[in-house]
């Protein structure tokens, strides 16, 4: 999110062999390993820079909540997929698809 927008990215994802003849290209959000944990952004900000272009969105519920401030913007355009590594994916964002861990 720091160094170029969605758009940009979807665009990328595109041009290199992404489509809608597979299966549907992911926003997979993450911590920030080398930095400031929601790459400095506010919870506002994040969702705006999520809103530009994402059709599907894979995240965990701890992340979702923290970078999103566990925003709903999404549950008419987006889909949502959450994970939770652990035993339990605990509270789910609203009107999310959750993917359990492999046991």
Not at 5 to 29: E, Q
Not at 34 to 54: R, T
Not at 57 to 79: L, P
Request: proline share 7%.
């Amino acid at each position: 999110p720091v160094s170029s927008n969605s758009a940009t990215h979807a665009s990328y994802f595109l041009k290199h062999g992404g489509g809608w003849s597979t299966l549907p290209g992911a926003l997979d959000i993450e911590y920030n390993p080398s930095g400031f944990e929601c790459y400095g952004l506010s919870a506002s900000s994040m969702v705006s820079w999520i809103k530009k272009s994402v059709q599907v969105i894979y995240t965990t519920t701890d992340c979702w909540k923290s970078c999103t401030g566990n925003s709903a913007s999404f549950v008419s355009t987006n889909h949502l997929r959450t994970t939770h590594p652990g035993s339990s994916i605990g509270t789910l964002p609203v009107k999310c698809f959750p993917i359990m861990p492999f046991s």
